[in-house]
């Protein structure tokens, strides 16, 4: 609280401090005095201003060096002054800010900063600022009369000086800050009077002389380092949109008189010569450089990593259009442009200002010269088109951004009237030209890209679910693609979709190395033609009818599905590949023989990584559309799936994993957009017509595999009710079967494959039950195991297959087939009958993988049918099991940890798992279980891989089961770590082997088994 409240009072305090600051300029002064001030009312420091504002100024107006911390606190001292007083004197206003100002400058060169410490020149901007806003009434603008001009001139010069060059960021900011204060843009408004037009006028004239130099200053700060910081940039932008509004405001320069572009007369005086007098060739002239600037600026603050600064930028061009627009003619494209680019920028904020900016524009109807705003943005659009191929080409990531948010602008703002620029064949030309090229895909190595997995989700999972990711050669940034999609969307929604479909299917069909482009370019034009996700935008002169856009996607559709485009080589890697592309060559062949004397080039039997990659993108991009086609019709895409849901089928079962997940998502937007519940229900609901397409592929060799992976996929995406409808196919696929060579089986084994795991899934869950009869009839046996039975009878003469991947396939289907047939062992031993002179040879003289997977399915049949495998197993397949594991036992034993990854020790591992519950399933004999025990004795050694010892130890406890007292003597024999005495001294004494054995490398398993006996025991 003041103590002093009267002039009087405040005076005898004062004086003796002020008078002692007059003659010692010291810190302690200084900071005595500003502790006096503050028990002073502010109305009694009014009365005082000049008395203590008096030793203050003295202080800083002493020649000679004088120490920073001194004039530091002196600045301090008159800040406090001025933020408690009013200057009411125009001439103590224009000596204070002349003094404050020359703090700042350089004694032996004053237009140079001094090098004074940050906190010293702080101090003094906030002095400065104090000063600016203690002004009373009409002072302030003493400053812009044209005799302050050096004045003036020599402060603004300092602070662009300190907003450059100063690494300080609240120096940067104050200093911008105190710059729009002397163009009387300050925030703080209750400080000052509102400016008349005349005050503006005579700012403006005086400022003009100084705008050169504060644009080029602020525009460097605006593109300069970005480290300096967003509020450093935001308020250097406002510095500079505010200076120019002031300067090129077109109200201000339409008032100047012709008279006024006339030199000063001679009366007038010196200081006068140098206030630029502005008229029409000045303002031209200016407007001309000023215009690069803004280029600059714009171009830099558009694509500004932070959000605050384009949204200045927005708050710039507004300004400047509404105060500029006839003056800076030049300049309203680069505008209008950053305003185009900014309404779809990714924060909401932005859009919704951009676009409340461009409404307000539109209103005024006629920007510079007179012209309407459409024609400028058609102007600027055409002019974009035509640079657009070039820039694609050259700009980086965040160039193109802000690029194609450009040209995404002027789309939706010239709304219908893009057809306009569509139907000039040059521009149409250019712009899918740039589509096409900066879209061109990455083909890199699909098996990176096919480690994602599906989610087990619904349909809406699936339709949501990202199959993959697409890689551009062109960019890298993920905001690149949405921005080409919505492109293309807004072209499909507001152009002529027939003229636009025509031409990049023209693209489509010229080349291999637009196709991919230009069919993802297609799909989206046809998901805007169709109005989907364009909420926001103008509305379109005509909406598309229905008939219309099914004849656009039918067309679309029938060339996508073309064999030439859909059978294309994906992989090498299946024998039924390398035989596809044979066959297609023959053909070409004998075409060729017939219309040409020369014969084709020998066939290159490997295609490249690089192109098959390619095809996968391109059937996977064409997928894609399948189903934005279905989309697009929603339920009238009904009358399409005759045709397009035989191939969706066809891809969906295809051994590239990409592909194969792609036309799954396919299927479940078929559904959701058709009114199908599931996939299972779209399948069986139109099962008539794709077993039809079915049976008459099969008829041409060169379509089995393609019919074959049809019916794999109905049987894979569907559910039992499938059955009935496929029976007949199924035995013209077991036709084929018997009638084909082995080279042309595995695509039908991949079939039968699937067919025998959806019976396989429906006997656990209980829907199918062996028949009560046991001499039940063939006639008589359910769906299922008819179907199972039909499969086994004809896949066991492959069993001796040539190829290696045929007799996989083969013991694969088998094995599911003795599954599907356990309940019914009246069918099931017949065929076991039948299989197994094959499957002996398989067991002991094929390769390792062939074996593994022999091995298996003999677990299986032992499982199923014990009694009738027992003697079969003891003569024909133990003792080559025992040789095979004898011979195999010093191998492993002395292998390094590589080894586990062998498939040799894969097949070591699955014969000693599997041989307990196996030994236990064909209950045998006790010669037969010492046999076993005798095996799998050397896999109880320490030195054995872990695995092998534990599944050693298995065999060993299922032995247990069966013969427990055997089991303990044999073992015992091996290690006994008790002695038993006979509990009658007329009995011979308990005489085992293992008794008197030092510990070894089978103790610990031996003892460890031993000890679950007894347990059990």
């Known amino acids: 609280m003041a103590l002093f409240d009267t002039p009087q009072e405040a005076f005898g ?3 003796p401090i002020c008078i002692q600051l007059t003659k010692v300029q010291t810190v302690e002064n200084v900071k005595e005095l500003q502790a006096q001030l503050q028990t002073v009312s502010d109305s009694a420091l009014q009365e005082l201003q000049e008395y203590v504002l008096f030793p203050l100024r003295f202080t800083l107006k002493t020649p000679g060096p004088k120490q920073e911390r001194v004039v530091q606190s002196v600045v301090q001292c008159v800040t406090f002054v001025l933020s408690a007083t009013c200057v009411k004197k125009p001439a103590l206003f224009l000596e204070l800010f002349s003094e404050l100002c020359m703090c700042l400058a350089s004694p032996s060169a004053p237009r140079q900063l001094a090098p004074l410490s940050e906190e010293l020149k702080h101090s003094v901007i906030q002095s400065l600022l104090a000063l600016l806003h203690s002004a009373y009434g009409d002072v302030i603008m003493s400053l812009y009369q044209p005799p302050n001009l050096p004045h003036l001139g020599f402060a603004v010069s300092l602070l662009l000086s300190l907003a450059k060059e100063e690494k300080a960021r609240q120096i940067k900011l104050a200093a911008l800050k105190c710059l729009r204060t002397f163009i009387l843009q300050c925030d703080c408004q209750e400080y000052h009077r509102p400016l008349d037009e005349e005050d503006k006028k005579q700012c403006g004239d005086l400022f003009a002389s100084f705008l050169p130099g504060m644009s080029i200053t602020l525009s460097q700060m605006i593109t300069g380092d970005m480290k300096q910081g967003h509020m450093v940039v935001i308020s250097a932008l406002r510095v500079f949109s505010q200076a120019i509004s002031l300067v090129m405001a077109d109200e201000q320069l339409a008032q100047i008189p012709p008279e006024k572009e006339k030199k000063p007369a001679l009366e007038e005086s010196r200081i006068s010569e140098l206030v630029v007098h502005r008229g029409l060739e000045w303002a031209k002239g200016t407007a001309a450089k000023l215009s690069i600037l803004i280029k600059k600026v714009v171009a830099s603050a558009s694509v500004h990593s932070h959000w605050k600064v384009r949204q200045e930028l927005v708050e710039t061009v507004h300004l400047l259009m509404l105060t500029c627009s006839q003056s800076l003619v030049g300049s309203v494209s680069e505008l209008l442009k950053a305003l185009v680019s900014l309404v779809n920028d990714e924060r909401p904020e932005i859009q919704a200002r951009s676009n409340e900016v461009l409404r307000s524009i539109t209103v005024q ?14 102007e600027d659009l055409h002019s974009l088109a035509t640079a657009l191929p070039r820039l694609m080409n050259s700009q980086d990531d965040q160039g193109k951004i802000s690029t194609l948010n450009l040209l995404l602008g002027y789309l939706k703002l010239l709304g219908p009237k893009v057809s306009v ?6 521009h149409l030309q250019r712009l899918s030209k740039a589509l096409v090229q900066v879209l061109e895909l990455d083909v890199r190595d699909v098996k990176i890209v096919e480690e994602k997995r599906w989610s087990s989700g619904g349909l809406e999972d699936l339709t949501n679910h990202s199959v993959h990711s697409k890689y551009f050669r062109f960019f890298t940034d993920d905001r690149i693609l949405p921005l080409l999609q919505q492109i293309c969307q807004v072209l499909g929604y507001y152009g002529n979709i027939y003229l636009l479909v025509d031409h990049f299917m023209e693209l489509y069909g010229e080349s291999a190395l637009y196709r991919k482009q230009a069919a993802m370019v297609v799909n989206e034009v046809v998901a805007g033609a169709a109005g989907l996700e364009m909420d926001g935008l103008q509305e379109r002169e005509a909406v598309l009818g229905t008939e219309d856009l099914k004849g656009v996607i039918t067309s679309v559709l029938e060339e996508y599905v073309d064999q030439a485009n859909w059978h294309l080589i994906t992989s090498m890697e299946s024998e039924e590949a390398a035989a596809e592309l044979a066959m297609k060559y023959s053909g070409l062949l004998a075409v060729a023989s017939e219309v040409h004397s020369q014969p084709l080039p020998p066939l290159d039997p490997k295609p490249t990584v690089r192109s098959m990659n390619s095809n996968i993108w391109q059937i996977c991009i064409q997928l894609e559309g399948i189903g934005c086609f279905a989309q697009a019709l929603k339920r009238d ?10 191939p969706v089928l066809e891809k969906a079962g295809d051994p590239t ?9 396919t299927m479940a937007k078929i559904c959701l957009t058709c009114g199908y519940g599931s996939v299972p229900e779209l399948i069986n609901q139109n099962a008539d017509y794709l077993v039809n397409g079915i049976s008459l592929h099969l008829r041409h060799v060169a379509h089995e595999p393609h019919a074959s992976r049809v019916l794999e996929a109905m049987l ?4 039992a009710n499938v059955l009935p409808l496929v029976e007949d196919v199924v035995q013209d696929i077991l036709t084929k079967l018997d009638q084909c060579h082995s080279d042309r089986a595995s695509s039908f084994l991949r079939v039968m494959h699937t067919l025998m795991k959806m019976l396989e899934k429906q006997v656990p869950v209980g829907e199918s039950e062996a028949a009560e009869d046991p001499c039940e009839e063939q006639s008589q046996l359910p769906l299922y195991a008819q179907m199972a039975k039909d499969v086994t009878e004809r896949c066991v003469h492959l069993l001796s297959a040539k190829s290696l991947c045929v007799r996989l396939k083969v013991l694969d289907v088998l094995e599911l087939c003795v599954m599907v047939l356990g309940a019914h062992e009246n069918v099931l031993l017949p065929l076991a009958h039948r299989a197994w002179p094959p499957l002996v040879h398989r067991l002991t003289n094929d390769d390792p993988l062939a074996v593994l997977r022999a091995f298996r399915v003999l677990c299986t049949l032992g499982a199923n049918c014990g009694d009738f495998l027992r003697r079969r197993f003891s003569k024909d397949i133990l003792p080559k099991l025992a040789t095979s594991l004898a011979n195999q036992a010093p191998v492993s034993a002395r292998a390094g940890p590589i080894y586990s990854h062998t498939l040799a020790f894969k097949l070591q591992l699955a014969v000693l798992q599997g041989l307990g519950s196996l030994c236990k399933a064909l209950d045998l004999s006790e ?6 025990a005798n095996i799998c004795l050397p896999y109880l050694s320490a030195k054995q891989p872990a695995r092998l010892q534990e599944a050693a130890c298995s065999v060993f406890l299922h032995l247990m089961q069966m013969d427990p007292d055997a089991t303990w003597l044999f073992l015992s024999n091996i290690w006994c770590p008790h002695t038993y005495q006979p ?11 293992g008794m008197a054995k030092k510990r070894n490398e089978f103790t610990d398993n031996v003892q460890h088994l031993l000890d679950v006996l007894h347990r059990g025991s």
């Open 13 to 15: 305090a004062l004086r």
């Open 365 to 378: 109807g006629m920007v510079a010269e007179n012209r309407p705003l459409t024609n400028i943005l058609s």
């Open 421 to 426: 620029v569509l139907n000039s064949a040059s």
């Open 637 to 646: 895409f009904r009358l399409l799936l005759l045709s397009a849901l035989y």
């Open 657 to 665: 994993l990409l592909i194969s997940q792609t036309a799954r998502g």
């Open 716 to 719: 894979r995406h569907s559910d």
């Open 927 to 932: 010669n037969d279980l010492n046999k076993v």
């Open 983 to 993: 509990p009658h001294p007329s009995l011979a004494p308990v005489n085992l082997h």
